[in-house]
């Protein structure tokens, strides 16, 4: 497990008793008391950050060890006493990611969002915080207000990830609603992946299938970063045309990916997932999101990058650019910048930090995107259908009335104006 530096810096440790004698504090009340008034000062607190230890590799021997119950170990003790909706603090697969486990009462719930992209009517998640740790997701900015999120210092800090443990059991007892629901399709997943290594551990996509397989009619539609989801190709096949799965791919550069999706699957590895679920017969949609400047800027670039897809035949194909909210630019921007990635940083900030008026840059480059992708595949003869997600709010009105007017001659061609 990996421990986290940022609240309490001590020497190593075994008890809860050492570390109030070395901050001077009387009980664990007082060190929650001392956090919470500003007077021990900390970084990116929540409710899966830990004591932090010098010496992590005998601080492991004391895990493998056990602690009896009567003396409970510190480290958990103090974190549920920090935030007592923490289930419990595990060991990660990745040293890099903390892991946390939150109950959320939710399942198989409506999504407006994604029916209006047109990929699902319902969704299901199994977590609060993705473990891939991307630096441009957006779904920290939209879960500001949640009690969980709003304590961390940093929502989008990629070393932690926060999943529910609990999911597989409230979605076996909802499945009864739908077992004859053939017409609607589940999105797994809308604001996490469900095929992280960890999510993998435990077993929740493999438990979280069979249910919905033999307990629902649901058409199924799987969206994921890791090349995880070949592990349950077996599974997959049993569900025959209600399944489809789609991996996200905005660039090709695993240097760069690494950099900006650090816990998630390489995009080469990602191709080659889609390779071994096209051989296996499994349907596959196109998921090219969020596609960033400098990768369909011209149509040499676009046909280097479309290329790589055009063996797997998808039956539709989904195509968003990359959206700016909250700190994600910042975050991405700094990490480029720390990895000595100048180009790639340089193409980002020339869309999204020069001096915008009417939105020119960023309408511009949206443009490059659709114009050159829909020509790549209308003149490859791609008669399915093809999906533009755009935000409405990012473009000019010129733009949009241009693009809107051009995807109307082609009737495969679709843009969402979100």
């Given at each position: 497990?990996?421990?986290?530096?940022?609240?309490?810096?001590?020497?190593?440790?075994?008890?809860?008793?050492?570390?109030?004698?070395?901050?001077?504090?009387?009980?664990?009340?007082?060190?929650?008391?001392?956090?919470?008034?500003?007077?021990?000062?900390?970084?990116?607190?929540?409710?899966?950050?830990?004591?932090?230890?010098?010496?992590?590799?005998?601080?492991?021997?004391?895990?493998?060890?056990?602690?009896?119950?009567?003396?409970?170990?510190?480290?958990?003790?103090?974190?549920?006493?920090?935030?007592?909706?923490?289930?419990?603090?595990?060991?990660?697969?990745?040293e890099n990611i903390i892991l946390g486990f939150y109950n959320m009462t939710t399942d198989i719930e409506p999504t407006e969002e994604f029916k209006k992209k047109g990929l699902a009517e319902?969704?299901?998640?199994?977590?609060?915080?993705?473990?891939?740790?991307?630096?441009?997701?957006?779904?920290?900015?939209?879960?500001?207000?949640?009690?969980?999120?709003?304590?961390?210092?940093?929502?989008?800090?990629?070393?932690?990830?926060?999943?529910?443990?609990?999911?597989?059991?409230?979605?076996?007892?909802?499945?009864?609603?739908?077992?004859?629901?053939?017409?609607?399709?589940?999105?797994?997943?809308?604001?996490?992946?469900?095929?992280?290594?960890?999510?993998?551990?435990?077993?929740?996509?493999?438990?979280?299938?069979?249910?919905?397989?033999?307990?629902?009619?649901?058409?199924?539609?799987?969206?994921?970063?890791?090349?995880?989801?070949?592990?349950?190709?077996?599974?997959?096949?049993?569900?025959?045309?209600?399944?489809?799965?789609?991996?996200?791919?905005?660039?090709?550069?695993?240097?760069?990916?690494?950099?900006?999706?650090?816990?998630?699957?390489?995009?080469?590895?990602?191709?080659?997932?889609?390779?071994?679920?096209?051989?296996?017969?499994?349907?596959?949609?196109?998921?090219?999101?969020?596609?960033?400047?400098?990768?369909?800027?011209?149509?040499?670039?676009?046909?280097?990058?479309?290329?790589?897809?055009?063996?797997?035949?998808?039956?539709?194909?989904?195509?968003?650019?990359?959206?700016?909210?909250?700190?994600?630019?910042?975050?991405?921007?700094?990490?480029?910048?720390?990895?000595?990635?100048?180009?790639?940083?340089?193409?980002?900030?020339?869309?999204?930090?020069?001096?915008?008026?009417?939105?020119?840059?960023?309408?511009?480059?949206?443009?490059?995107?659709?114009?050159?992708?829909?020509?790549?595949?209308?003149?490859?003869?791609?008669?399915?259908?093809?999906?533009?997600?755009?935000?409405?709010?990012?473009?000019?009105?010129?733009?949009?009335?241009?693009?809107?007017?051009?995807?109307?001659?082609?009737?495969?061609?679709?843009?969402?104006?979100?």
């Amino acid at each position: 497990m990996a421990i986290a530096k940022q609240i309490f810096k001590l020497p190593n440790y075994h008890s809860a008793k050492g570390a109030m004698n070395y901050l001077g504090l009387t009980s664990v009340d007082a060190i929650y008391k001392a956090v919470m008034r500003g007077k021990l000062k900390c970084r990116n607190i929540d409710e899966i950050k830990v004591f932090y230890v010098d010496d992590l590799d005998d601080y492991k021997k004391t895990i493998k060890k056990g602690r009896p119950e009567k003396n409970p170990d510190p480290i958990k003790k103090l974190t549920r006493k920090l935030f007592p909706e923490l289930r419990f603090v595990e060991n990660s697969l990745n040293e890099n990611i903390i892991l946390g486990f939150y109950n959320m009462t939710t399942d198989i719930e409506p999504t407006e969002e994604f029916k209006k992209k047109g990929l699902a009517e319902l969704a299901l998640n199994c977590g609060i915080k993705c473990g891939h740790g991307c630096t441009y997701c957006y779904v920290p900015s939209i879960l500001m207000k949640h009690k969980v999120i709003k304590r961390m210092d940093d929502p989008f800090a990629s070393n932690i990830e926060i999943i529910d443990f609990d999911v597989v059991s409230r979605v076996d007892k909802a499945a009864s609603k739908y077992k004859n629901s053939s017409d609607k399709v589940l999105m797994l997943c809308t604001q996490t992946d469900l095929f992280t290594d960890n999510q993998v551990k435990y077993k929740i996509p493999e438990n979280i299938l069979k249910i919905l397989l033999k307990k629902t009619k649901l058409q199924v539609r799987v969206l994921t970063k890791n090349k995880n989801i070949v592990k349950h190709v077996e599974l997959l096949k049993k569900f025959g045309d209600r399944i489809t799965v789609g991996l996200s791919v905005g660039m090709l550069s695993d240097k760069v990916c690494k950099i900006l999706e650090p816990n998630a699957s390489l995009h080469s590895e990602r191709i080659e997932a889609y390779k071994i679920l096209k051989k296996n017969g499994i349907r596959v949609f196109g998921m090219l999101c969020p596609i960033f400047p400098g990768v369909t800027d011209t149509p040499t670039q676009t046909k280097i990058f479309m290329d790589n897809f055009k063996a797997f035949k998808f039956e539709e194909i989904w195509i968003e650019p990359l959206n700016i909210r909250s700190k994600n630019l910042t975050v991405s921007s700094g990490k480029l910048e720390e990895a000595g990635e100048t180009k790639f940083l340089k193409s980002l900030n020339t869309v999204f930090k020069s001096k915008d008026k009417d939105k020119k840059s960023v309408s511009d480059y949206i443009s490059k995107m659709y114009f050159n992708t829909s020509r790549y595949l209308i003149n490859s003869k791609f008669t399915k259908p093809i999906h533009y997600l755009i935000y409405s709010k990012t473009v000019n009105d010129k733009t949009r009335e241009k693009l809107q007017k051009d995807s109307e001659k082609y009737k495969n061609c679709n843009i969402h104006w979100l």
